[in-house]
């Protein structure tokens, strides 16, 4: 048994050592780059009008999300179910994580769509109907693409 373990040993080794031959550049740049696969996209969102807000049929209690910037239209509308954000010019939609938790009435924290999933982090204090929050869009890979800090306004 002890003169087989090293002959065995010695075939395993044999047969590594002439394999393929070590890869060539390209070989190894391909590799690197197919490790890269959706390099992070930033998002720039658009502040979407009265129109935008109409056709997503939102309910007539929403709440908007508005930058810190003295009359800013809202960047993120959201009810208790959907909620809306403008890219690139088109008006994208999300649907609410019913799991999570609650950052004004009844909307939720976190919502789910087919490119970003968005997030709404409350802060401590509360100004009659408006929010301090902290928006982000996460891509695919749950990496930050958009983060700003605003208030969510729920006047309706």
Request: proline share 7%; with cysteine; aromatic share 4%.
């Amino acid at each position: 048994m002890r003169c087989l373990v090293p002959f065995v040993v010695g075939l395993t080794v044999a047969s590594c050592s002439e394999g393929s031959p070590p890869p060539t550049d390209a070989e190894k740049i391909a590799l690197v780059e197919d490790a890269n696969i959706n390099p992070l996209e930033p998002v720039e969102l658009e502040p979407l009008d009265d129109r935008d807000i109409d056709h997503a049929a939102l309910p007539d209690e929403h709440c908007a999300f508005l930058p810190g910037i003295v009359d800013a239209q809202p960047l993120f509308v959201v009810g208790s179910e959907i909620g809306i954000y403008k890219r690139a010019g088109e008006v994208r939609r999300v649907v609410a994580d019913g799991g999570s938790k609650l950052v004004a009435g009844d909307i939720h924290a976190r919502f789910g769509g087919l490119e970003h999933a968005v997030r709404l982090a409350a802060g401590s204090t509360t100004t009659g109907n408006d929010v301090p929050v902290r928006l982000t869009l996460l891509d695919g890979r749950d990496r930050i693409a958009f983060e700003q800090h605003g208030t969510l306004d729920c006047t309706g």
